[in-house]
């Protein structure tokens, strides 16, 4: 087995891998109580929790049901079999570290249409009501715990006995390995990428078909959906069309094309995603709040700005990518940093650096838009509670960190070119001051 680099050194893994298995999980369950059973109040469950001691944690956890596992089948198996079915354009990959390419099939936005699709016409013709989804939310977020670990398992037993690729390998540390993952492009025959799976079409179709689910069972509740549910729902549908629009970038990004996949990002995308990323929508189901038109257009135009402007971002480094430079950024010819680097393989290659447009603002400006609008799609819910804005601060923490873990990686990457990149582009990520 090959040597591989991790992340991060063995102990940060230790501390990470601990906090993940053991903090998240229960994190998980106890927001989803919080938002629908406790009214949103970290108060309100915290003295039911003193009162109640381990024994009431263990009372709110919901068993995983038949029905739960029935709709996570069903859903998984559905995407799947979009995945593989649909047509798509045929698109390749970055080059991997062992010099390979993955190819894939680019059908996210047919089966992202054919998703909602799906489930609304299911809603309308009356065979399947969303509010199930939602009055058993608990259970499926258990099942999802507990099921995604033995998926993980068994992604590190098929990296030990049938990597897909070269890109694979161990670190000699079983929870490192385990943890940060063995493969690259692990894969089920030579057409079903299981990371596609599990990042795009499980976790990120899953934010819009939650939030899909949150704005009906408000509807069904009160016989209307309040300003607040709608802005909060146009919001993350305009977010997460505008993934499965750029889908093909993402296969560009550090989750595909260098971080593992292991119980980091696959647990993390089959759990955190559904359960973190819908839940200012989970907590507006039970708040219908009424912004009056003029905030909600406010709030609305302003987050389609954000996403938009994170868009934009990627749409500029794509396209000064895919023509060598030979492009115009913001109306003129871009400025850039010609970078030569070694391969593991020992091949010295060229990479152009863009120092213009966004990208001339920060080295991750795109990361500004983004929580921007994770915030706009947040405020709906006004200011009641702190819980609905967790997540815009764990996309924060997180943003920041891979912001980190990139510049790391370029550093080693590109030498003394990366030094030249950041002293024409000095901030990190917020211009002027990180």
Known sequence: MAETKTVHSPLVTYASMLSLLTLCPPFVILLWYTMVHADGSILQTWDYLKQNGLQGFIEIWPRPTAIASKIIVCYGAFEAALQLLLPGKRVEGPISPSGNRPVYKANGMAAYFVTLTTYLGLWWFGIFNPTIVYDHLGEIFSALIFGSFVFCILLYIKGHLAPSSTDSGSSGNIIIDFYWGMELYPRIGKNFDIKVFTNCRFGMMSWAV???????KQYELNGRVADSVLVNTILMLVYVTKFFWWEAGYWNTMDIAHDRAGFYICWGCLVWVPSIYTSPGMYLVNHPINLGTQLALFILVAGILCIYINYDCDRQRQEFRRTNGKCLVWGRAPSKIVASYTTTSGETKTSLLLTSGWWGLSRHFHYV???SAAFFWTVPALFN???????????????LDRAKRDDDRCRSKYGKYWK????????????GIY
Not at 210 to 216: E, G, K, N
Not at 385 to 399: D, Q, R, S
Request: with cysteine; net charge positive; proline share 11%.
């Open 369 to 371: 838009p983004e929580i």
């Open 385 to 399: 509670h702190f819980l609905p804005y967790f997540y815009v601060l764990f996309l924060t923490i997180l943003l």
């Open 420 to 431: 030249l990149y950041c002293q024409k582009v000095p901030y990190r990520v917020i211009p």
């Open 210 to 216: 939650l939030a899909v689910t949150y704005c009906i």
